[in-house]
């Protein structure tokens, strides 16, 4: 088997094509559905329909695509409070999304999380977490099952640069590596943890990758604006893993094009910086290389003209939905359903 | 019928569930090959292998993050924080984590563990390994809270927390480890939300909780002798579920109540009861609501003064019989 960090620097590793048309074609399909759904819910949210707060993951679409595209069904994504792009990923519809984060009944969990806390148990999404860095351990956990049970498959744990300075993502390293879990570790460097440039407040220049050492892992860094380097480099990862090679930690760079969250815009970034990162595009990246490998404009319009009327018909349906029924104030605290705490 | 310790009771009780569940598996600092800092997992690593029961490093936040996603895909994990007081370095997963993970995914996530961990004073480690916690966990919704006052208590209130589908916070008193009890053979599985009445009296209702069950014990036999003033003593065992009907049944009889906390004064759980029975049973009472805590202070290392600090049984028995002569 060939090491993750050898997969992720092959030379030429774009142009190997060992990923194959279908993968390629739903790659494209989910970054595209990404892009076009946070980017209806920063409108939105400019309409007052969105409420609460929103953490968008424009810019950084591929990372989400590769990682979910090179699991299997069974394997476990945790996400961080910028978790649409992963939930939307292992195929949860944009309606229930869109529903979440418009605090609709038809939300995902029906208004009760919010758009920080995006969970769909039955496609493999445990959770995103809003606390920086709890979700770390969490899929360690969830990884010790697994290696238990010896069952085979894998949690996936993404999370940004801002989270490497957290005490958690240190514990859970040290602990996946002692214990040899099946966990993957994905930071998404996206250069600034909330406004501040992480580099600023980062002993190393590399927050994710130059920390693993400390932990016996390779330090590992690929082009996180590329679907496929990110699909190769989580594939070995996660055949790793399943093999029990224990756990892999993969620093993706890309770039996140709006603010930390709704209410930041985003003004502290150099001038240029975001256009020098939008030369970069995935989508953009993505579309050409699909052209690269033969597949017709039509084919790539036609995801596209399905992907905005999936969207549109998102929307239409979500802003028809009702608000959450009153009774499930109190529902769920406790395993009974409701909320008892004595007799 | 045997005599076991608490100590021994809380091995027999881990035990007997990790028997009768394969699913039930156990981690934390030093509790596999050393056998627990207070031996009470001494012999469990022999018994049940190294896959079942690991030693962790000093990472708390690890531990109950790693038991927490052990519980949400389907195992029954037991994870030790070695004292209580180093809850306050993994409170993400008390506080935010375990409570809320089914609330906010509309009943999707399950999160049954059980955190067992030593609590309360008595043993002179001074103020940053003696506290009582038990209200930290009790103000948070989607918690339970448990401290067993005798061994057979830690066997069947652990067995109910390990078979309960709800986050369990297992509070075990580390000066109880070395005191005995009776204790009936075979299985014992409890029930939590269940508070007993470990001496019935009709003068007044002393409500105690973990190592003060047996103060207020030795304070009502001393307030029969030397006053003769019965008390009835509960044990509340678990604070979440509250088994309100067993307190205000007996305030109902004794017109009389007293709280007995080892916590410091603000926000204890006898406040929370007091603000029960003043609701709910106010005109059942003959006299105020007393609630006997330690004084709102950290606890100090020195053993005059700790005993100070801590509710004893003669402080207990002043504040009785001042009240009810007053």
């Not at chain 1, 190393?204 to 690929?222: M, N, Q």
Request: charged share 25%.
């Amino acid at each position: 088997m060939a090491k993750v960090e050898d997969r992720a620097l092959a030379p030429n590793a774009s142009l190997n094509d060992d990923i194959g048309e279908a993968t390629r074609l739903r790659m494209y399909r989910t970054q595209f559905e990404i892009r076009e759904s946070e980017q209806r819910a920063f409108d939105l949210f400019l309409q007052n329909l969105v409420k609460g707060t929103s953490h968008l993951s424009l810019g950084q679409e591929a990372v989400a695509a590769g990682c979910a595209a090179a699991m299997k069904p069974g394997d476990l994504s945790f996400c961080t409070y910028r978790g649409h792009a992963h939930t939307l990923a292992r195929g949860v519809p944009i309606e229930k999304v869109l529903g979440e984060l418009m605090q609709r009944d038809n939300g995902l969990m029906r208004g009760k999380g919010g758009s920080m806390h995006l969970t769909s148990v039955d496609h493999g999404v445990m959770g995103s977490y809003a606390i920086i860095g709890a979700h770390l351990p969490i899929a360690c956990g969830a990884a010790w099952r697994a290696q238990y049970k010896g069952e085979k498959d894998v949690s996936v744990c993404f999370f940004g640069d801002g989270t490497t300075n957290i005490g958690a993502f240190h514990e859970a390293l040290n602990f996946a590596a002692v214990w040899k879990l099946p966990v993957i570790f994905i930071c998404e460097n996206n250069l600034y943890m909330e406004y501040t440039p992480i580099g600023d407040v980062t002993a190393v220049p590399h927050p994710a990758a130059d920390r693993a050492a400390s932990y016996g892992l390779p330090g590992i860094v690929i082009d996180g604006n590329d679907a496929d380097v990110v699909y190769r480099t989580a594939a070995a990862a996660y055949d790793k893993a399943r093999a029990g090679g224990g756990p892999s930690l993969i620093e993706c760079m890309t770039y996140r094009y709006s603010g930390h969250s709704r209410a930041d815009p985003a003004k502290y970034r150099p001038e240029g910086e975001l256009e020098k990162w939008k030369e970069r595009d995935p989508i953009k990246i993505y579309r050409e290389r699909l052209k690269q490998f033969g597949v017709k404009e039509d084919i790539i319009v036609g995801i596209e003209t399905d992907v905005k009327r999936q969207v549109d018909e998102a929307t239409e349906k979500c802003k028809a939905a009702p608000p959450p029924a009153l009774d499930i104030l109190t529902t769920d605290v406790y395993a009974d359903g409701g909320f008892a705490w004595r007799n | 019928m045997a005599e076991l310790t608490y100590r021994d009771a809380v091995i027999r009780g881990i035990a007997q569930e990790m028997t009768r569940d394969p699913d039930v598996v156990f981690l934390g600092e030093d509790i596999a090959k050393a056998g627990g800092v207070f031996k009470a997992t001494v012999g469990l690593y022999e018994q049940f292998g190294p896959l079942r029961v690991r030693d962790t490093p000093i990472s708390e936040q690890a531990i109950l993050g790693a038991a927490m996603g052990a519980a949400m895909t389907g195992l029954k994990p037991i994870a030790e924080i070695m004292f209580s007081d180093f809850f306050a370095v993994c409170f993400d997963y008390i506080a935010n984590e375990f409570p809320k993970s089914r609330y906010m995914s509309n009943g999707q996530v399950k999160c049954p563990l059980v955190v067992r961990t030593g609590n309360g004073g008595g043993a002179r480690f001074g103020a940053q390994h003696s506290q009582s916690v038990e209200n930290w966990c009790m103000m948070i919704p989607g918690l339970k809270v448990v401290a067993p006052s005798s061994p057979r208590d830690v066997i069947g209130l652990l067995a109910a927390a390990v078979r309960d589908p709800d986050p369990v916070i297992f509070l075990e008193h580390k000066s109880l480890y070395p005191t005995k009890g009776e204790v009936p053979d075979g299985e014992i599985v409890d029930k939590l939300g269940t508070a007993s009445i470990v001496r019935p009296g009709g003068d007044a209702t002393i409500i105690a909780l973990a190592m003060m069950v047996p103060r207020a014990l030795a304070a009502a036999e001393k307030l029969k002798a030397e006053h003769g003033i019965d008390c009835e003593v509960i044990d509340v065992r678990s604070l979440v579920p509250l088994d309100t009907q067993t307190i205000l049944g007996s305030v109902a009889r004794t017109h009389r109540l007293f709280t007995v906390e080892e916590n410091p004064r603000l926000c204890g759980w006898g406040a929370e009861i007091v603000s029960i029975v003043a609701d709910e049973a106010f005109y059942d009472l003959d006299g105020p609501p007393v609630r006997i805590t330690t004084p709102h202070i950290p606890l100090p290392a020195a053993d005059i003064l700790e005993d100070l600090a801590l509710p004893s049984a003669d402080r207990i028995v002043d504040r009785v019989k001042r009240s009810l002569q007053s």
